[in-house]
């Protein structure tokens, strides 16, 4: 099934040109991703912005011999809407990560407020910017930018993101693993949501669709709870940093190919979908097809296996659980 949305709220033209902020940026992902994000050759102006330390990183980054200038703010002197001033392409990653024990819905009364007020702030200062949001709990936090973007009357659909390209660089990773290939070649859709059984890779539309079962049950739990594994490793000093500043240069980069007019640019993300909104999922990962304007077309997920459609009912459920938190914080506290 190919959807496409009948509505268009906002309507651009492509440049090559883009200013784009990252909130959050001192942090653990902030650091390399500004850096990934400084050496994309389609960003002319990369904008920091943390509690602390935003204008060193940017300091620091701003040798780097590409053509971008690049702006480092804190909160003080108005910083949040300076940062945010006009830009076209808004990464979230400001938040605090999961420990061991953890899940990442325990991360949401932290996480919630500070997501909460910073959409606030791109809904007055960029209002037209693609936002894209990796904080966690992901299958929370987009549903929460939605609201206060739909309170500030500026919500198009086809610019929020939640980014879920780690889960896919994860499938491509391990199941090479597994099938002994090169992970280069390997290109596994990942649907549903971020978060545990909410992940459903779908590995029958790769080349490995008849792995034996103990290796195909040990390889989707694996994928499922990949961020367990780094949560575990780091030992209480944080969650996945590396690859998923990787995760989300690749998404942004993507991001801004369609913004630039290019064709069949295709990544997997959390968007506001009709995939199961007739049965109360309002936000739902599949691949999207990305141009302009934003989301240009959300694919369907195509032929499932039984065990793949019985992960993908399961994340439905959890799904509407996830999102009805999101949108309830912002009612409860606007
Ligand atoms: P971190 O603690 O290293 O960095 C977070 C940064 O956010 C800090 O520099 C902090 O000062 C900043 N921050 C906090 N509140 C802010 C605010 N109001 N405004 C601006 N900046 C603010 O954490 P991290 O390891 O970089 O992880 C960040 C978030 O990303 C966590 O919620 C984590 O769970 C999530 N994450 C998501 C994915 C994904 O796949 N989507 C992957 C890994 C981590
Ligand atoms: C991940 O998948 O690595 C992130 O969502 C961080 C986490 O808490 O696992």
Do not use: W
Request: aromatic share 6%; glycine share 10%.
């Amino acid at each position: 099934m190919l959807t496409k949305f009948a509505t268009r709220h906002f309507s651009s033209t492509a440049s090559t040109a883009y200013k784009v902020s990252v909130l959050g940026a001192a942090g653990g992902i902030g650091q390399p991703l500004s850096l990934l994000m400084k050496l994309n050759h389609k960003v002319t102006q990369l904008s920091l912005y943390d509690l602390r330390l935003g204008a060193g990183v940017a300091t620091d980054i701003s040798h780097i011999p590409t053509n971008s200038t690049v702006t480092g703010f804190g909160p003080e002197d108005n910083g949040l809407a300076k940062a945010l001033d006009g830009a076209d392409v808004v990464l979230i990653p400001a938040g605090v990560p999961r420990k061991p024990g953890m899940t990442r819905d325990d991360l949401f009364n932290t996480n919630a407020s500070i997501v909460r007020d910073l959409a606030k702030a791109a809904a007055d200062h960029s209002p037209n910017a693609a936002i894209l949001v990796i904080s966690n709990p992901v299958n929370s936090t987009v549903p929460i930018v939605a609201e206060v973007l739909k309170a500030k009357g500026v919500y198009n659909p086809k610019k929020l993101f939640g980014v879920t390209t780690l889960d896919v660089l994860r499938s491509s990773r391990f199941l090479s693993e597994v099938a002994k290939t090169n992970p280069v070649h390997e290109i596994v859709p990942v649907v549903g949501g971020h978060s545990g059984i909410t992940i459903v890779p779908l590995i029958s539309q790769t080349n490995h669709k008849n792995l034996p079962k103990e290796t195909y049950d040990a390889l989707v739990h694996r994928i499922q709870f990949g961020g367990d594994e780094v949560v575990q490793a780091k030992g209480g000093a944080g969650s996945a940093t590396l690859s998923m500043a990787q995760a989300g240069a690749r998404f942004a980069g993507a991001v801004l190919n369609g913004l630039a007019g290019e064709q069949d640019i295709v990544e997997c993300s959390f968007v506001d979908s009709p995939l199961y909104k007739s049965e109360g999922v309002e936000f739902f990962s599949s691949k999207v097809t990305l141009g302009v304007d934003g989301v240009k077309q959300i694919h369907g997920l195509g032929n499932l296996t039984n065990a793949e459609e019985e992960m993908v009912n399961t994340a439905k459920e959890t799904l509407i659980k996830n999102i009805e938190k999101g949108v309830n914080f912002v009612k409860q506290n606007p």
